[in-house]
């Protein structure tokens, strides 16, 4: 895909109870890609709930969405549902077979590895899930963002935008993307450093990561009967 590709078909799948932020964060930078198009897809046009109250609208179904060159899976609650369903996985894998970049932010990594699109890639996904990647085929490789041929996964929630800002380096050019950054006004400033395991205070871990013990014990029961 060169500097100057016109009509770039940029596609974003959609389910029940996905994290909004996986979505809607690199959704706001690739859709300001200058020639490009966003695609919302889903099973059917009905809104679709995300973990956090809010709704999303899809712009198109999984039958009539075009090619996309790049696809994207985001992560959340969702996921284990999303796994298990033929369309889903269908769509996914019809859409990876001719898409230039096939992309997933958090654990939306999941699934791609379901349809067998990680089988030997280096990838990542949220800190508290990559014990599991080996289940899907893929090599964990830590890092907010990484890339393995046209296989690109990025970490967890917020690291959807850095992950947005790369592929439109890759696919516009640098201009456009620090373009982009301004007009957003992407300069994080966040107020502590606990962002990931490496930074966390042991308080900060020992708060959080039980609420991960059932989510994680669910998506290993699922990839290991799959």
Request: a negative charge; hydrophobic letters at 40%.
């Amino acid at each position: 895909m060169s500097k100057d590709a016109n009509d770039i078909h940029i596609g974003f799948v959609i389910f029940s109870n996905i994290t909004q932020l996986d979505f809607t964060g690199p959704l706001q930078v690739l859709s300001r890609i200058p020639g490009s198009t966003a695609h919302i897809a889903a099973k059917t046009s009905d809104p679709v709930p995300t973990d956090c109250g809010l709704s999303l609208l899809p712009t198109t179904t999984f039958a009539n969405c075009p090619d996309l060159d790049l696809i994207c899976v985001p992560g959340g609650f969702g996921v284990v549902d999303a796994m298990t369903d033929p369309r889903v996985m269908d769509f996914v894998r019809g859409q990876a077979e001719s898409a230039r970049y096939v992309t997933s932010v958090c654990t939306g990594a999941f699934v791609l590895g379901a349809a067998g699109l990680l089988d030997g890639r280096r990838a990542t996904t949220h800190w508290a899930y990559t014990d599991l990647l080996p289940l899907v085929g893929a090599v964990h490789e830590k890092g907010r963002m990484v890339r393995d041929g046209n296989v690109v996964t990025a970490g967890g929630v917020t690291s959807g935008i850095d992950f947005g800002f790369r592929l439109v380096t890759e696919i516009a050019g640098a201009d456009v993307a620090e373009a982009i950054q301004l007009a957003i006004e992407y300069d994080p400033d966040p107020p502590f450093s606990s962002g990931h395991l490496d930074q966390a205070s042991r308080p900060v871990m020992a708060r959080v990561l039980p609420r991960y013990e059932d989510s994680v014990r669910q998506y290993r029961q699922t990839l290991v009967e799959m």
